[in-house]
C-alpha cells in the first residue's frame, strides 16, 4: 500500500498534480478558523480548489460540511454551476460525545456529504449514513493523542464507508489534516493513498501514522504559507 503526503497549500498542489490521477478526492473541507474563539468567522478555500479536484478525480469528489458551512458555500457559490453539488447525503454523527474526538466541536448531530459527479447509483439503500467520528478505535494510543490535537479530525468511518460505496483504490485528501480519512482509505481498500496539509504539526501526526502501515512511505515539504493553516490563523 502507498502513501505520499504532501505539506503544501492545497490548491498550489492539486495544480502539480496530472489529469485523472486518482478514483476518487476525499475530504472535509477547513471552513471555520477558530469555533471556539470566533464562532462567526469562515474562511472558505478559494472554489478553485473544487475545480481541481474535478480535474484530477477520475470519479467523484466528495467532501463534507456542517449544515451552517453548506448554507454560507451555497449563498456564496451557488450562482457557479460547477460549486453546487450534484448529490448530498447525511452523516449523521453516531455519538454526542463527538467534542472528545477534537479540541472544539463545531456542529450539529449531523453534517453532510456532498458529492460532484457521482457517477453510477449507488450501492446503498439510503442517503443517510451513519458514522462515528474520530480516527480507528484500535489503532494505537498514541495515535489518540494526534488525533485529538485537530479541532475537526474527521471520521474513519465514514471515509471507510465512502470509499467502499465507490470501490476507490486511488484516494486524494486535498486537506488531510492528521489523515484519518486516509486511514479509513486505506481500510476500504486503497492501495494508494495521497495526502496534503499546510500545516506542520498535522502533516507530522499523518506521517507517523503513515510510516507504520504504508510502504511505500514518503512525506514531501515545501515553503506553504503557514498563515493560512486552519485553527492557527
Request: charged share 25%; with cysteine; net charge negative.
Amino acid at each position: 500500500m502507498k502513501a505520499t503526503l504532501f505539506r503544501d497549500d492545497a490548491i498550489r498542489r492539486l495544480k502539480e498534480f496530472p489529469d485523472g490521477m486518482v478514483d476518487m478526492v476525499l475530504t472535509d473541507v477547513p471552513v471555520a478558523i477558530d469555533v471556539r474563539e470566533r464562532p462567526s468567522v469562515y474562511h472558505f478555500p478559494s472554489i478553485e480548489w473544487v475545480r481541481e479536484a474535478l480535474r484530477v478525480s477520475r470519479g467523484p469528489v466528495v467532501y463534507t460540511m456542517g449544515p451552517d458551512s453548506f448554507l454560507r458555500w451555497i449563498q456564496r457559490w451557488g450562482h457557479v454551476p460547477s460549486m453546487v453539488p450534484d448529490q448530498v447525503m447525511v452523516w449523521l454523527i453516531e455519538r454526542p460525545e463527538r467534542f472528545t474526538t477534537g479540541q472544539r466541536s463545531m456542529g450539529a448531530d449531523f453534517n453532510l456529504v456532498c458529492v460532484h459527479r457521482p457517477g453510477r447509483k449507488l450501492a446503498m439503500s439510503s442517503d443517510v449514513i451513519l458514522a462515528a467520528p474520530g480516527y480507528h478505535p484500535t489503532a494505537w494510543k498514541w495515535r489518540h493523542l494526534d488525533v485529538a490535537a485537530h479541532p475537526a479530525p474527521g471520521s474513519f468511518e465514514l471515509a471507510t464507508k465512502l470509499v467502499q460505496i465507490w470501490g476507490a483504490r486511488s484516494v486524494l485528501d486535498p486537506f488531510c489534516g492528521a489523515g484519518v480519512t486516509l486511514e479509513g482509505a486505506r481500510f476500504a481498500g486503497a492501495d494508494e493513498v495521497y495526502g496534503v496539509e499546510i500545516d506542520a504539526d498535522y502533516i507530522a501526526s499523518a506521517a507517523r501514522y503513515f510510516e507504520q502501515v504504508a510502504d511505500p512511505f514518503s512525506c514531501l515539504e515545501s515553503d506553504a504559507d503557514m498563515s493560512l493553516a486552519v485553527g492557527r490563523a
